[in-house]
């Protein structure tokens, strides 16, 4: 099992930057592949980013690329999702989820933290 809580979402002026952290508990292995998804109101899900957790490789949705970087920490079993550029169109709330990397799904969520882009 593994237990996802993402923290550091808040309201930000456009153009502004926003740091969010999921601190994963529970087994961790090198096979997993960790990520950022988002849902704003009246919209579906949408994948911002995503990384393996053992080679540290990433792969950026097309909505982030160049302003959003997701990154983890070994050490502390955290993924960060660095934002900036902060557009009123990127307000949602953010969930981290992960899953072993042959997966077809994620079988594990965050309870979301709320991004809040004001224009």
């Known amino acids: 099992q593994v237990q996802l809580v993402e923290a550091g979402g808040g309201l930000v002026q456009a153009g502004g930057s926003l740091r969010l952290s999921c601190s994963a508990s529970?087994?961790?292995?090198?096979?997993?592949?960790m990520a950022w998804f988002r849902q704003a109101p009246g919209k579906e899900r949408e994948f911002v980013a995503r990384?393996?957790?053992?080679?540290?490789?990433?792969y950026d949705g097309d909505s982030v690329k160049g302003r959003f970087t997701i990154s983890r920490d070994k050490a502390k079993n955290t993924v960060h999702l660095q934002m900036n550029s902060l557009k009123p169109e990127d307000t949602a709330v953010y969930y981290c989820?992960?899953?072993?990397?042959?997966?077809?799904?994620?079988?594990?969520w965050g309870q979301g933290t709320q991004v809040t882009v004001s224009s």
């Open positions: 989820a992960a899953r072993l990397i042959l997966a077809e799904s994620y079988d594990y």
């Open positions: 529970g087994r961790i292995v090198s096979s997993y592949a």
């Open positions: 990384i393996n957790w053992s080679s540290g490789s990433t």
